[in-house]
Every structure is written in C-alpha cells, then in structure tokens.
C-alpha cells in the first residue's frame, strides 16, 4: 500500500514540495540554529506521513499523521518568527505559512479517514 499510495497523495506531494520551497527560501539565511530548525520541522512533516503510510496498524498510521500535522504548526511558527524577526523574504514566508496550515487541513482529513476506518 505504501509507496504507490504514497505518491497518490496530495498530502505527501505538496508536504516535500513545502520542504523543498522551505530550503530555498532559507537557502541564503546566516542563521543557522533557525535555518536548522525551520527545515527540519519542514521535512518532519513529509517525511512522517511516509512513515504512517508503511506502518501496519490503523493507529500507528493516525499516531504518525498527528505527528506530522503538529510539524506544520512548528513550521508555520517558525517561519512566522523568522518574518519578524528579519530572517526570511516576507511574501515567500507568508506564502509557505499558508501553504503549511493547507497541508495539516489535508492531513485533518486523512485523520478523520483512518479513524472512520479503525
């Protein structure tokens, strides 16, 4: 089920898409601890959805989704901090926030979906 399902998945596509825009913005960022932290929380959230998608059991998957939905929140935190704190192109920034909060309301839903099925 895995990975065919995986690469079906609106979710896990625009997640790395996140990471990968996430990375450029951060690309030039003389910061490092922040530039560490806000790439991380980015590639968290892809990078756990894959892993609830080759886990076995129903709650495993719903327990790794709820994992990478909370790494949208640091990430959008993060990048919110980074707006004000200079760090990052405001526009972009604000553009991957909104793009963050879409994705964990697509991982809501496969929540809700996995948990209709448990």
Same mark, same amino acid.
């Given at each position: 089920?895995? /990975?065919?399902?995986? +690469?079906?998945?609106?979710? $896990? ?5 996140? *990471? ?7 690309? @030039?960022?003389?910061? /490092? %601890?922040?530039?560490? @932290?806000?790439?991380?929380? #980015? +590639?968290? =959230?892809?990078?756990? =959805? ?13 327990? /790794? +989704?709820?994992? *990478?939905?909370?790494?949208? %929140?640091?990430? $959008?935190? @993060? !990048? !919110?901090?980074?707006?004000? %704190?200079? !760090?990052?192109?405001?526009?972009? %920034? ?7 909060? @879409?994705? #964990?309301?697509?991982?809501?839903? !496969?929540?809700?979906? /996995?948990? *209709?099925? #448990?």
């Amino acid at each position: 089920m895995a /990975f065919d399902a995986l +690469l079906k998945l609106d979710a $896990w596509r625009r997640a790395c898409r996140l *990471a990968v825009e996430v990375y450029a913005l951060t690309d @030039q960022c003389r910061h /490092f %601890a922040y530039r560490d @932290q806000v790439t991380r929380s #980015a +590639l968290s =959230i892809a990078s756990n =959805i894959a892993e609830g998608y080759e886990r076995d059991t129903q709650k495993d998957r719903i327990r /790794f +989704l709820y994992t *990478a939905k909370g790494s949208c %929140a640091e990430c $959008w935190t @993060q !990048l !919110l901090i980074g707006i004000e %704190a200079g !760090l990052v192109e405001r526009d972009k %920034a604000y553009r991957l926030v909104d793009e963050a909060r @879409q994705v #964990a309301r697509m991982i809501s839903g !496969l929540i809700r979906n /996995f948990q *209709a099925k #448990a």
